[in-house]
């Protein structure tokens, strides 16, 4: 990022440049129109006053033109001076990007680490498809579909249509369309442990709580969808109700002012999109993105590791799809699995490297296992038990 960072400065030094020379010209092109009209007025007002004749009024517009001339092209000169100073600005901007990055990223690790290019395009057009969608950037992605000629049947779309078109209403505080949904996946949603549907009515409370004392027996009324969530919710419908007694006050003076905060349906949102996407089993951040943003903190790192191998001549170091060469910090943020690395190896495991479970409970990698066989028995390295290594157990974290 700090490449970024880097590049992003030099821009912002030529932006300010050129918003300095704009303002610069205007007010130089303003002063020299006012120089010229004062001028012209000055030598119509002297001819007239003077009384003088045709030859002497000739030699006075003269010597005022050249006076004019000379300083329009001082000030053309200075201008385009200035403008020639920023083409060097903007000459720093290229170099930085020359300097900070590498023009052949894809070099970055060899050919044979990925799958043929037609996989590649393929796997690539259904990623930016998917961000589409979710991103409700719904005309785009059927574009992208009719273009790429990429196969997308109905059931892929759907999961998406239906969410943004929730969004959509709860973007326009249009309830609707989500208590219908939150109502119709009741039970799965409970499973996820999910306050969904009892926010959606809290919601639709409120807002008839904010339509004054005339919404009050209606409110009362809509009161009874709280009952399947009493036991776990009370606190929160105790406020609502204690609410009521200042309706006919005001509840935007009274302590439950902060009801009707609009805050509530930012909240509404993220907390449907969240548990929509975890009931459909999609992610909750567009995998692009999140692929995006690893690959700005992973890919400046793995240059450094290419330029290391060259050096080196070792570049057969990294021919494995499903590993880097190298850890890379992340954060927690991308931790989306668990992962187990072997005790006695101290390597990763990976698909055609599993963890094993030993029969005494302790867990090492198949390759380890392999290298403590001695004569078809195999001894724990950490406890003494001795076993079939065939009794060995495969772990799916």
Same mark, same amino acid.
């Given at each position: 990022?700090?490449?970024?960072?880097?590049?992003?400065?030099?821009?912002?030094?030529?932006?300010?440049?050129?918003?300095?020379?704009?303002?610069?010209?205007?007010?130089?092109?303003?002063?020299?129109?006012?120089?010229?009209?004062?001028?012209?007025?000055?030598?119509?007002?002297?001819?007239?006053?003077?009384?003088?004749?045709?030859?002497?009024?000739?030699?006075?517009?003269?010597?005022?033109?050249?006076?004019?001339?000379?300083?329009?092209?001082?000030?053309?000169?200075?201008?385009?001076?200035?403008?020639?100073?920023?083409?060097?600005?903007?000459?720093?901007?290229?170099?930085?990007?020359?300097?900070?990055?590498?023009?052949?990223?894809?070099?970055?690790?060899?050919?044979?680490?990925?799958?043929?290019?037609?996989?590649?395009?393929?796997?690539?057009?259904?990623?930016?498809?998917?961000?589409?969608?979710?991103?409700?950037?719904?005309?785009?992605?059927?574009? &992208?579909?009719? %273009? #790429?000629? *990429?196969? =997308?049947?109905?059931?892929?779309?759907?999961?998406? /249509?239906?969410?943004?078109?929730?969004?959509?209403?709860?973007?326009?505080?249009?309830?609707?369309?989500?208590?219908?949904?939150?109502?119709?996946?009741?039970?799965?949603?409970?499973?996820?442990?999910?306050?969904?549907?009892?926010?959606?009515?809290?919601?639709?409370?409120?807002?008839?709580?904010?339509?004054?004392?005339?919404?009050?027996?209606?409110?009362?009324?809509?009161?009874?969808?709280?009952?399947?969530?009493?036991?776990?919710?009370?606190?929160?419908?105790?406020?609502?109700?204690?609410?009521?007694?200042?309706?006919?006050?005001?509840?935007?003076?009274?302590?439950?002012?902060?009801?009707?905060?609009?805050?509530?349906?930012?909240?509404?949102?993220?907390?449907?999109?969240?548990?929509?996407?975890?009931?459909?089993? &999609?992610?909750? %951040? #567009?995998? *692009?993105? =999140?692929?995006?943003?690893?690959?700005?903190?992973? /890919?400046?790192?793995?240059?450094?590791?290419?330029?290391?191998?060259?050096?080196?001549?070792?570049?057969?170091?990294?021919?494995?799809?499903?590993?880097?060469?190298?850890?890379?910090?992340?954060?927690?943020?991308?931790?989306?699995?668990?992962?187990?690395?072997?005790?006695?190896?101290?390597?990763?495991?990976?698909?055609?490297?599993?963890?094993?479970?030993?029969?005494?409970?302790?867990?090492?990698?198949?390759?380890?296992?392999?290298?403590?066989?001695?004569?078809?028995?195999?001894?724990?390295?950490?406890?003494?038990?001795?076993?079939?290594?065939?009794?060995?157990?495969?772990?799916?974290?």
């Amino acid at each position: 990022m700090e490449q970024c960072a880097s590049v992003e400065r030099e821009v912002d030094k030529v932006l300010q440049k050129f918003l300095t020379y704009g303002q610069h010209c205007e007010q130089s092109l303003e002063e020299l129109l006012h120089y010229v009209g004062q001028l012209r007025a000055e030598l119509a007002s002297t001819a007239i006053l003077v009384g003088v004749g045709p030859a002497a009024t000739s030699c006075l517009y003269l010597s005022g033109l050249i006076q004019c001339c000379r300083k329009i092209k001082d000030t053309v000169q200075k201008l385009a001076s200035d403008h020639k100073d920023i083409h060097s600005s903007v000459s720093r901007v290229g170099k930085a990007i020359d300097r900070n990055f590498d023009s052949e990223i894809c070099g970055v690790v060899s050919d044979a680490v990925w799958d043929s290019r037609e996989k590649q395009q393929q796997t690539l057009q259904m990623a930016i498809l998917e961000h589409l969608y979710q991103q409700g950037m719904l005309s785009v992605a059927e574009e &992208l579909c009719q %273009e #790429s000629t *990429l196969n =997308v049947d109905l059931d892929f779309k759907q999961p998406f /249509l239906e969410l943004n078109r929730i969004l959509e209403a709860l973007h326009e505080q249009d309830l609707g369309p989500a208590l219908e949904w939150a109502v119709s996946h009741r039970q799965r949603l409970l499973e996820l442990n999910s306050s969904l549907e009892f926010k959606l009515h809290r919601l639709q409370f409120i807002r008839l709580l904010a339509g004054g004392p005339e919404k009050q027996l209606e409110a009362l009324s809509y009161a009874r969808h709280f009952q399947p969530f009493a036991h776990v919710h009370q606190r929160e419908i105790q406020v609502m109700m204690g609410s009521l007694v200042y309706l006919q006050l005001g509840l935007e003076k009274s302590p439950y002012c902060h009801l009707l905060d609009n805050s509530h349906w930012a909240e509404i949102c993220e907390t449907f999109t969240r548990d929509a996407c975890s009931l459909l089993g &999609l992610s909750v %951040e #567009s995998p *692009l993105s =999140v692929s995006f943003a690893s690959g700005c903190v992973a /890919l400046p790192v793995l240059m450094n590791i290419k330029a290391v191998m060259e050096q080196r001549q070792c570049s057969g170091v990294w021919s494995h799809k499903d590993e880097l060469p190298i850890e890379i910090e992340l954060g927690m943020k991308c931790w989306y699995h668990s992962v187990f690395a072997c005790p006695i190896l101290r390597q990763q495991t990976s698909d055609s490297n599993p963890p094993i479970k030993l029969i005494c409970g302790h867990v090492i990698s198949r390759d380890a296992l392999n290298k403590l066989i001695n004569g078809g028995k195999l001894k724990c390295p950490y406890c003494p038990m001795e076993q079939n290594p065939a009794d060995g157990k495969r772990i799916i974290f």
